[in-house]
């Protein structure tokens, strides 16, 4: 398979192996939006007492996925905005996510497929599959051409598929059984870094007796792990059907649900980033309260805290107030307002840089401090080329710009914007400081309604030719 483009950005506050068990907080607060879900229809009333596992609410959007009580605990709707709060927790009985290793393999007699389906819906294990192409939500019911597991995490900071493999390796391989019960003939394609250390071969080891996955061995670069860039990779083209795609946590997530009947009621997630003490990955419920993560980790007195990594991620909002069941990782940066004056035209041995530009092009690349003041000022596109250099989709970033800056929509469309998987390279390695992304993201939700109005329309005229003949 051949990659295009691509970068790692190195920064300080790399989160480490370690995995640390937050103690159990008094109060869950548990938000009723994440990135893909809106869970809007309620399904637990106010003082209700409801146990670990049980639906507080749904989203009608997206196949009813629920979301779960992580602890038994009683319900107030009215304590925080946009969130469901359950106060008076109790912790899980001891061994409620018990690993089962005594069961080797996935016993058979689980159900049919379509049981199997139903049951990782209920569990809350089917809101860790991704349609590889948009990101969404697969149909439960739907039939993909093929399946992506991928134990590649490559942005910084996001857990780490190995952190959590080196753990639970015997239930990984157990939930990829299966993951393939519920196919019929359709492959899964297992992506691994394309390293050799004594684990990685462990892994390999234990995949190579599973005849119906195919290896696919990946440069250790960002972003050659994103879900679009290994489908369209792997000629997996969106008009052949839905790709299913899958990290680590969620192919654990199965097993426990098919294995134990049980619902994944905890998340591993990392928290990494120049302004936490000790970066390292914490085992926390869904719902863990925000503020007892950060008194615990957060060193900076002003700092900028991100939901996810740090290319992709969003800042928290200060309506946020406990960790979505999305969240894969927390990423703490020192806020600085002021920006360094012609900082851009700074030389610097202490200055990474995607150009071999002043000192940068005689020492070795550095592990950055990073902060949130860009440095420099926003300034035209200098036609640089670099932006086009990194971009794994094979698209003219600047190109694009420079139409959307002009509001040529359709000249947008037609340089592929749709393209963008939304990595965020461009905006880094840009010089002029031009947020690139962010630009493309608008861009192509602009192009989709204007699809979908157009199919709108043409439906609308096709009912009324029908009704009139
Ligand atoms: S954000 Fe989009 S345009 Fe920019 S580098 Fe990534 S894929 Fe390319
Ligand atoms: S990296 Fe920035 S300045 Fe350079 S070509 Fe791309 S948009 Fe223009």
Request: charged share 25%; aromatic share 8%; hydrophobic share 40%.
């Amino acid at each position: 398979m051949r990659f295009k483009g691509g970068y790692n950005v190195l920064f300080q506050g790399k989160p480490d192996g370690a995995v640390q068990t937050m103690p159990e907080p008094e109060k869950l607060y548990l938000p009723l939006r994440s990135e893909r879900f809106h869970f809007s229809s309620l399904s637990v009333e106010e003082g209700q007492q409801v146990q670990a596992g049980d639906v507080l609410a749904t989203d009608p959007d997206n196949f009813d996925i629920p979301l779960l009580a992580p602890r038994a605990g009683r319900v107030r709707l009215e304590q925080a905005e946009n969130h469901i709060v359950l106060e008076s927790i109790e912790g899980l009985p001891e061994h409620a996510e018990l690993d089962g290793r005594e069961i080797l393999h996935a016993e058979q007699k689980a159900g049919t497929a379509a049981a199997k389906r139903e049951a990782l819906v209920r569990l809350g294990a089917w809101q860790f599959l991704y349609d590889a192409h948009t990101q969404a939500l697969p149909d439960p019911t739907g039939t993909p051409q093929a399946v992506i597991v991928s134990t590649v995490s490559l942005e910084p900071f996001l857990v780490r598929g190995d952190v959590l493999l080196h753990r639970r390796l015997l239930n990984f391989t157990r939930g990829l059984e299966h993951l393939q019960s519920l196919l019929e003939y359709q492959p899964i394609y297992f992506a691994i870094p394309d390293i050799r250390s004594e684990f990685a071969d462990l892994v390999r080891n234990h995949i190579r007796g599973y005849a119906w996955v195919k290896l696919l061995e990946i440069p250790l670069v960002y972003p050659y792990d994103d879900f679009a860039i290994l489908a369209r990779g792997l000629e997996l083209s969106s008009g052949n059907g839905p790709v299913w795609a899958v990290r680590t946590e969620g192919v654990l997530a199965i097993d426990q649900a098919l294995t134990l009947d049980r619902p994944c009621l905890t998340r591993t997630i990392a928290i990494g980033g120049t302004g936490v003490v000790s970066p390292s990955h914490i085992e926390v419920a869904p719902g863990y309260p925000l503020k007892a993560i950060t008194d615990k980790y957060v060193f900076e007195p002003n700092p900028r805290i991100i939901d996810g990594g740090i290319l992709t991620g969003k800042v928290f909002g200060d309506e946020a107030l406990g960790i979505g069941t999305e969240c894969r990782g927390i990423t703490v940066l020192p806020e600085l307002k002021e920006r360094e004056f012609l900082g851009f035209a700074r030389p610097g041995s202490d200055r990474g840089s995607f150009s071999a530009c002043f000192l940068s092009s005689l020492t070795h690349r550095i592990r950055e401090r990073l902060t949130t003041a860009m440095r420099g000022e926003l300034r035209p596109c200098v036609s640089c080329n670099f932006c086009e250099e990194v971009c794994p989709a094979g698209i003219s970033p600047h190109l694009i710009h420079k139409y959307l800056y002009r509001d040529l929509i359709e000249e947008a469309a037609q340089a592929r914007v749709d393209l963008c998987v939304e990595c965020g390279l461009c905006s880094y390695v840009c010089p002029s400081k031009i947020d690139l992304r962010a630009q493309f993201t608008e861009a192509r939700e602009l192009i989709e309604q204007d699809k979908r109005e157009a199919r709108e329309a043409k439906a609308r005229e096709e009912a009324v030719e029908e009704t009139s003949a």
